[in-house]
């Protein structure tokens, strides 16, 4: 790819055809900016995975090096891959204060410890060659959201971050407002706009109106009340706080999340509340049930997280009882299903009363704006194109769909997925090319894409098995000793297999010999891998992952 075009070039690695693992380039002539770096957490089919990032072959491929990290706000599916493609991509971090801290303690925890960290406020504007980039605020699930508007020569980038509108927030500005504002005097040559809830009818409450109807659970159940939640959630973070202050509760922190960001928004002057209402766990018994509220982590059923520790009785200090209620004050994040469902099963084994946005509205607003939300910004906008992003193809052609209603033009109505090149500016054409894009995996060890080597072996002993079979002979290729055969995950007869592997050692010397091969002792071992697999899958109906030791030994 030439890099000194002079044009605008928006190339997605992630969010674009999935809901997650946001990331984007940004090529304005021969500069280079990447906004967010963010993640997707494995769910139960990826074992021995830890994180899931976007594919970043396309950059090392073109050498491409980052004059800035322009970072939207806090979510991990905006900034849980940063840390680990900071250190390959070394730049600048722009982002706003409770931001900034977020991604600051995932460094110190990943020995970081020379990252460049700016700051930016609010409408005002960074400069940078070739571009000018000016922050605005957004209503969203996390303090600091914050929208680009991205000025340059060739054309103005709108780029909404995710967003929602909301009539009385808790943080006191307005999506909508704040783009009156931002975009005064101004023209939008391209738009690009959260998808996630591009199918939701209308818009949703007020996060303030959650208060209430925490306030109210927390005065009127008997028993200690459990709430999971996200710990980013600033917003939500205070009513707890607030609605366990009036009704005389206890607040516990449960969960590294909640404490480390409690304490960043407490610090930075977003979360408010006395020090002597919050309790440890270890003291959770001192109080009587009525008076408690668990604050917690695990609203996705993430594994070890304080709600499923809750769940499965791992929490010495606290044993959930039929007499406690607990709240899912989040949505699930599409993937995630599953765990939550088995979370929410293994609580009602416990006979405690169990309540989800589905059954209860009230207990939580999403961050994401509905089709009134997205429509509305489009009008204020008034774009020259539209490119919807966040969100699946399905959502994304939705989205489309809303821009057209709101005046514009179809054919400046972008649809672009992972690794499609767009070109912005100076005129928007759409999608002329695409480059390699997808997904990396950080596992044990090391980051290897999905078409690695290592990747593929490690899923193959997953889902096969091993199965190694180890030969000694004489330099004359004589055997002299049974074949060892040793099996891992799978239950086969070794016997059997052992006597086989005779005439597979003999078959394979005969076959090197009549076809002249040539390559010695490589080529020997994978003609008997190969037969032992055959046989294996002939016998038992399924291909087995099968590792083959050859022990030339000598008599002298």
């Known amino acids: 790819m030439k890099k000194n075009q002079r044009n605008i070039r928006i190339i997605p690695l992630g969010g674009c055809g999935e809901i997650g693992m946001n990331m984007t380039i940004f090529l ?142 808790p943080e006191k500005t307005m999506t909508h407002e704040s783009l009156k504002k931002i975009l005064t005097g101004k023209t939008v040559t391209l738009m690009m706009s959260d998808s996630t809830n591009s199918f939701q009818q209308g818009t949703d409450n007020s996060e303030s109106d959650v208060l209430p109807s925490i306030a109210n659970y927390l005065s009127t159940c008997k028993g200690a009340v459990i709430i999971a939640t996200f710990a980013s959630n600033v917003w939500r973070l205070q009513s707890i706080f607030r609605a366990a202050k009036s009704t005389k509760r206890k607040i516990v922190l449960f969960g590294r999340s909640m404490f480390r960001n409690s304490e960043i928004a407490s610090r930075l002057g977003y979360l408010h509340y006395d020090p002597e209402d919050i309790i440890p766990i270890s003291e959770a018994h001192k109080y009587a049930r009525e008076k408690l509220c668990i604050l917690c982590t695990g609203s996705q059923g993430e594994m070890f997280s304080g709600l499923s520790r809750l769940a499965w009785g791992s929490v010495s200090e606290f044993q959930v009882t ?34 989800t946005a589905k059954e209860d509205r009230s207990i939580h607003v999403s961050g994401h704006g509905f089709k009134e939300d997205l429509k509305e910004c ?6 020259k194109a539209f490119m919807p992003v966040h969100g699946t193809y399905r959502h994304l052609k939705q989205h489309r769909l809303l821009a057209m209603e709101s005046g514009v033009m179809p054919e400046n109505c972008f649809l672009a997925e992972n690794g499609d090149v767009v070109v912005a500016g100076p005129e928007p054409v759409g999608v002329i ?67 086989r592997c005779d005439k597979i050692f003999d078959n394979a010397l005969q076959n090197k010999v009549k076809k002249g091969k040539n390559g010695g002792v490589p080529v020997l071992k994978e003609d008997i891998r190969l037969s032992v697999r055959k046989y294996l899958e002939n016998k038992y109906g399924f291909k087995m992952t099968i590792l083959v030791i050859l022990n030339s030994i000598s008599s002298k």
């Not at 989040?330 to 416990?350: C, F, Y």
């Not at 489009?378 to 774009?383: F, G, L, T, V, Y």
Request: hydrophobic letters at 40%.
């Open 28 to 169: 304005i002539e021969d500069r280079v900016f990447f906004v967010d770096a963010g993640a997707l957490f494995p769910d139960a089919s990826h074992i021995g995975v830890d994180l899931i990032m976007p594919d970043t072959s396309f950059i090392d491929q073109n050498l491409l090096k980052p004059d800035a990290w322009l970072i939207t706000h806090g979510h991990e599916d905006h900034i849980g891959a940063l840390s680990y493609l900071y250190k390959k991509y070394p730049a600048p971090v722009y982002g706003t204060e409770f931001t900034i801290e977020l991604i600051r303690a995932k460094f110190e925890d990943a020995g970081i410890s020379r990252a460049i960290f700016n700051v930016w406020k609010f409408y005002q504007p960074v400069l940078f060659r070739n571009l000018k980039v000016t922050p605005f605020p957004v209503n969203h699930s996390i303090a600091d959201a914050a929208g680009l508007f991205l000025e340059s020569k060739l054309g103005n980038i709108l780029h909404m971050g995710d967003f929602r509108i909301d009539q009385n927030p």
């Open 322 to 355: 039929l007499a406690d209620t607990v709240l899912l004050s989040s949505r699930s994040i599409p993937g995630n299903e599953k765990a939550i469902d088995a979370l929410v099963t293994q609580l009602s084994r416990l006979d405690c009363q169990v309540i």
């Open 378 to 383: 489009i009008r204020i906008a008034q774009p």
């Open 433 to 499: 090319d695409n480059v390699s894009s997808g997904r990396d995996y950080v596992c044990p060890g090391g980051i290897y894409s999905r078409d690695s080597f290592v990747y593929k072996e490690r899923v193959s002993l997953v889902r096969s098995g091993v199965v190694t079979v180890s030969f000694c002979f004489s330099p004359d290729h004589k055997l002299l000793a049974p074949v060892g055969i040793a099996c891992r995950g799978v239950s086969i007869d070794e016997k059997d297999l052992s006597i």
